[in-house]
């Protein structure tokens, strides 16, 4: 079943399994086809993502292909922490292989559930914004909504 789910960094279309669980096989950026999202999980978790009340989705998500290398990158980006970022040479150093930074940009420009897995919090080294499937401006909406939930919560 594919939805199309509206946010602020434009509409996405989330892909489901089929099963009962809802489960997310995908996200796209700019979709303009899908099903109204209406009592789907991944919706409702979307848009509550979007409003800043929702820091970790539990809807489940299930990785289609891949390598096993970028499997284990993809592993590796859904556990970074909300409002938080790493460099993509920090995951290749993780994975054993320090030199893997534009190997570990490929698979993150690979990852089939963006948003929900969160490859936009992988940057560059010293923190530069670069590479992006969906355009780093929409990496860089989703930074600064992270960022901005983060001051307000800790500051509350």
């Known amino acids: ?14 892909l489901l399994d089929g099963s009962p669980a809802g ?14 999202a ?3 999980l991944a919706a409702e978790e979307l ?3 979007f409003a800043g009340d929702l820091t970790e989705f539990s809807v489940p998500v299930r990785m289609v292909g891949g390598s096993e290398f970028e499997r284990s990158v993809w592993q ?9 970022m790493l460099t993509y040479g920090q995951i290749a150093t993780a994975l054993g292989d320090p030199g893997a930074a534009r190997a570990v940009g490929t698979a993150c420009n690979h990852n089939p ?7 936009h919090r992988v940057v560059g080294a010293g923190g530069k914004m670069v590479g992006f499937g969906g355009g780093l401006d929409r990496k860089r909406r989703l930074l600064e909504l992270e960022a901005n ?6 500051w509350s």
């Open 1 to 14: 079943m594919r939805l199309l789910v509206d946010s602020p960094i434009g509409p996405l279309g989330v």
């Open 38 to 40: 209406d009592g789907e």
């Open 149 to 154: 939930v983060a001051l307000q919560r800790a």
């Open 113 to 119: 559930v963006p948003v929900i897995v969160p490859c």
């Open 47 to 49: 848009a509550a993502y």
């Open 76 to 84: 590796q980006i859904a556990a970074i922490p909300y409002g938080e």
């Open 23 to 36: 489960t997310v096989v995908g996200v796209r950026f700019g979709a303009s086809t899908g099903s109204p």
